[in-house]
């Protein structure tokens, strides 16, 4: 009796001794507020503005902006972690839902969300229906269990906030103690990286608001070394050559100061040595790092799109390659979309849909969209251009 069948297969789960943990490098991974750097500031900010609710009085509601990557989901989880924390310490009842907005498109799926995550955080034995009930009616939940667990203050975190298809939720939760819906305190923490959004927001909201705004400045590439030198426990000791953290650091604040890309690029480049099964990361890695890391920040940004914007994308990114220009009028970039999705034998939508719909791109910022003026008697026209490098586009559409 053999049983070698076993032994043959058990290497192809080797990890390597390149990570020590991880878990420190993966996107969506919240770390302790002890590992939040260089942002004192934003930190204290936020604190002050949930210190009411941590004594059961009425949390002041912000809005955050700032561009992508510099820490204003992750200063939001962890502060209103440790609000919730001080509150127990000062025997109040604070709770708060998280909810990104880019997962919970609609006011049904948000509103839903705010139940489910009220639910977990207060351990409560509700079942939250999957479909089936109003957005109103999931709301109805959120206030009956502030109500049944004696909840003095509730904060809400609307991440992606300009994701959302309308404002019903931010006007339901600015209202709640007024309309009798609800006896907590209730406060909001609108996040977005559109600065664009702050239009649309203020035009719908309580002017008092926008006294309360938070601005995230991008790192510069010491506070990004700093983030990275925090995590540097993530991988065994003296697997990393001495430049690796400055060079990543350094590729990441090339840009804009984009903290998640910095820590994105150190993973990778762990990645790939764990795969090639080598002992150092060196600054090569780095190098070969960065791609891999833009790919799959295009992937995330374009995840919640749909097949014709994906097809859209893709035929600017084909015409962007194959001629020596960057720039296209919506018309030519409808028809080789129009190919695309012919060859794929899908139906086809209008011009005036894809115009739209690259205009829409152009304000989540993937595409950069302007109006030119035509020639004598051609009037104006939008022309398009992918803000990334064509081929990173490419790669993420091809590996969707
Ligand atoms: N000050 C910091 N200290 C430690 N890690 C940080 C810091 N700022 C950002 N990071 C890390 O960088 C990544 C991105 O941060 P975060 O998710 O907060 O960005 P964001 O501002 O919300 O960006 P987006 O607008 O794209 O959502 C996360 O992995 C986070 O842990
Ligand atoms: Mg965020």
């Known amino acids: 009796m053999e049983d070698s069948s076993k032994s ?39 604190g002050s503005a949930l210190g009411p609710a941590t004594q059961g009085g009425p949390p002041e509601t912000i809005i955050i902006y700032g561009k992508t990557g510099t ?8 502060t209103t972690r440790e609000a919730h924390r001080k509150a127990l310490e000062n025997s109040s009842s604070f709770q708060y839902s998280y909810i990104d907005c880019s997962d919970y498109q609609t006011e049904a799926k948000a509103s839903r969300e705010m139940a489910q995550e009220l639910c977990e955080n207060l351990g409560a034995d509700v079942n939250v229906p999957r479909v089936g009930i109003a957005s109103s ?29 309308n404002n019903e939720i931010l006007r339901s939760l600015s209202r709640a103690r007024e309309s009798g819906k609800s006896d907590a305190h209730v ?21 008092s608001l926008q006294d309360n705004e938070l601005f995230f400045h991008p790192y510069d590439a010491n506070q990004l070394r700093n983030i990275l ?12 050559e001495s430049d690796v953290i400055p060079k990543a650091a350094a590729l990441a604040a090339q840009e804009h100061g984009d903290a998640r890309k910095a820590v994105d690029i150190l993973y990778e480049a762990g990645r790939l040595v764990e795969k090639a099964g080598d002992e150092m990361v060196t600054v090569e890695h780095v190098d070969d790092a960065q791609t891999k890391a833009e790919v799959n920040r295009f992937r995330e940004l374009i995840s919640g799109t749909t097949p014709h914007v ?20 919506t018309h030519k970039i409808y ?7 012919q060859q794929e034998g899908g139906d086809v939508l209008s011009e005036d849909r894809i115009y739209r719909l690259l205009k829409e791109q152009s304000f989540l910022g993937i595409i950069e969209s302007n109006h030119t003026g035509g020639g004598l ?24």
């Open 137 to 165: 009616d999931y709301r109805d939940i959120v206030w009956e269990l502030l109500d049944e667990h004696g909840i003095e203050s509730y904060v809400v975190i609307l991440d992606e906030i300009d994701k959302l298809e």
């Open 335 to 341: 028809e080789t979309y129009k190919r695309l999705v």
């Open 71 to 78: 820490g204003k989901s992750l200063v939001t989880r962890c």
């Open 187 to 207: 406060g909001v923490i609108c996040i977005s990286n559109k600065i664009g959004y702050r239009d649309r927001l203020n035009e719908r909201i309580d002017s």
């Open 229 to 240: 030198e925090n995590r540097r426990d993530a991988f065994t000791e003296g697997v990393l």
């Open 8 to 46: 043959d297969f058990d290497d192809i789960f080797e990890t390597g001794d390149i990570f020590a943990d991880r878990e420190l490098l993966r996107v969506g991974h919240v770390p302790k507020l002890n590992r939040v750097v260089g942002r004192d500031e934003e930190v204290r900010e936020v």
């Open 310 to 329: 994906k097809h859209a994308l893709r035929a600017l990114a084909l015409l962007t390659e194959n001629t020596t220009q960057d720039t296209f009028r």
């Open 377 to 400: 008697g051609e009037g104006s026209y939008l022309e398009h251009r992918l803000l990334g490098d064509s081929q990173v586009v490419t790669q993420a559409l091809t590996e969707e």
